[in-house]
């Protein structure tokens, strides 16, 4: 089976600015990877590279077996960048509404089925906001409108969910619920990608750790990296005491 992504040797610059350099890697599918490094070192460039938002200036990305560039099956993917829950919204639809949105590309023009409303309303149930439904967007927190975007990723039936430091503004008790969610989508055999600053969650969450400062200093699982030096060689003296206890 072929990896759910693939780079090979990929660099990418902002203008003269090398933004990450000669990252290879591997995602397999059911993997919780961690991806971690210092501000501006790159990561959520690397991420948007994986899911075919930037093209690589050398190398080689391949999603799902398939040519980034060529990749058109969409609705594999669920992504939650930060402004997904920083940001209030303008839009003035519901929680289902957005939810809904997500099996747009199952359905087209035609019309919502069935299974269809079965399967926003199982999306509901699974991260807890079926109370919320019927409420707009812009009314939730940070962590309820973080659920949102996750129910509807789950509502497209994504097989990849990529989550960009996704509890930025959101308190400590949901945190918490937020990635016990993820431990179970991830035991469902959803595969994730998580950027977050707290190195700590990180490790004690991911099954394997990429971490960048614009170049790869280590990518493997979580054990031999907490094992590792790459710590201190991508943040410096700066970086955070790793909590672990898988």
Partial sequence: MSPVISLDNVTFTYGE???VRDITL???AGEFLG????NGSGKTTLLHLMLGLHEPDSGHVELFGEPVGEFDDGQRI???SQQSTSQSGSMPVTVRENVTMGRFAHV???RLTDHDRKTVQEALETVGITDLAERRMNELSGGQRQRAYIARALASEADLLALDE???GVDAESRDAFYKLLDDLNADGITIILIEHDIGVVTDR???IACINTEL???GDTESFVESNALTEAYGVSGRVVHHDH
């Fill in 17 to 19: 600015k090398v933004a």
């Fill in 26 to 28: 591997d995602v397999e």
């Fill in 35 to 38: 991806l971690i490094g210092p």
């Fill in 78 to 80: 669920g992504y939650v």
């Fill in 108 to 110: 087209g023009h035609s």
């Fill in 166 to 168: 996704p509890t930025v």
């Fill in 206 to 208: 991911a099954n394997r």
């Fill in 217 to 219: 200093f280590h990518h």
